[in-house]
């Protein structure tokens, strides 16, 4: 029975914006966007806790934001890891163990909403925002983001280039922002007049059209070398996303996995990573 809410919930949810659409605009706009922006999961769990408590630094404010940062203390070049959507900074236990072995200095955070850090929303241009705080304290030269965090990385280049960055690994990035809203579109089975409304809400409150948040565009822009990972059979983020990426950005390798999945954790790729920053 619970299973069968959670399937049929989406579309009551949706099915009430519709209706609010009805009566007013920019009410169920403002209830979609909160809907799309709001994560579900990317708390951490009690199983995270021993990982992520051991490494705890400082909390950093951004975007009246505080957010928990990680250190992992070495003597090599600085990389800074961008974790993905209901996800946190453990994630990436099984790369920062490997990238010890390799003496580097590794830091990390928690995006807004996730892990230990506070907020309620999340979208790419606020996200971008915290990277680019975080990129000013840490001053790293590596960048290393998984899914949006992938896509805010190179978003966060595009915006703000920082000549000291040498290097960017992206796993798993959706590319196109239309196709993202066309997914949740379908899930929540929203009329055509109430997507409207929001990609006006969006272009108001973002600066973007749908249609113009392209990272695969932005990726035109992008000088520095880049490492593009992304599995064939990625059911979350298909694999022509980084595809269009790699043919715009010029200084780009794309490796393609089988079986990795989007989450790509693999003692291969964490190998492939490390060869590529070595």
């Known amino acids: 029975m619970k299973k069968k809410f959670q399937?049929?919930?989406p579309r009551i949810v949706g099915a009430q914006i519709n209706s609010l659409h009805l009566l007013n605009k920019r009410k169920a706009a403002n209830k979609a966007y909160q809907i799309f922006c709001t994560p579900r999961?990317?708390?951490?769990?009690?199983?995270?806790?021993?990982?992520?408590?051991k490494a705890k630094d400082q909390t950093i404010r951004a975007e009246n934001l505080d957010l928990q940062t990680y250190a992992w203390p070495g003597a090599g070049k600085t990389v800074l890891l961008v974790h993905g959507w209901e996800s946190n900074t453990n994630r990436w236990q099984n790369l920062v163990e490997r990238l010890q072995a390799q003496n580097y200095n590794i830091v990390a955070f928690d995006a807004p909403a996730h892990g230990y850090s506070n907020g309620n929303i999340l979208h790419i241009p606020l996200y971008s925002k915290c990277l680019e705080v975080m990129i000013k304290?840490?001053?790293?030269?590596?960048?290393?983001?998984h899914s949006i965090g992938g896509m805010t990385t190179i978003y966060n280049q595009y915006c703000q280039p920082n000549k000291q960055i040498e290097k960017l690994v992206v796993l798993g990035p959706p590319s196109e922002l239309s196709q993202i809203m066309g997914d949740y579109q379908q899930i929540l089975r929203l009329k055509p007049q109430v997507m409207q409304s929001l990609e006006n809400l969006f272009h108001k409150r973002l600066g973007y059209y749908f249609t113009d948040f392209s990272i695969a565009k932005f990726s035109k822009e992008i000088n520095k070398q880049g490492l593009l990972i992304h599995d064939k059979f990625d059911k979350i983020a298909p694999i022509n996303a980084s595809e269009a990426i790699a043919e715009n950005w010029k200084n780009a390798i794309l490796f393609k996995t089988e079986g990795a999945g989007h989450s790509l954790y693999h003692h291969?790729?964490?190998?492939?990573?490390?060869?590529?920053l070595n």
């Open 268 to 276: 291969k790729i964490d190998r492939k990573i490390i060869e590529f």
């Open 7 to 9: 399937k049929f919930l």
């Open 137 to 145: 304290h840490f001053a790293p030269h590596y960048l290393i983001g």
């Open 41 to 53: 999961r990317g708390a951490v769990q009690e199983h995270q806790k021993d990982f992520l408590d």
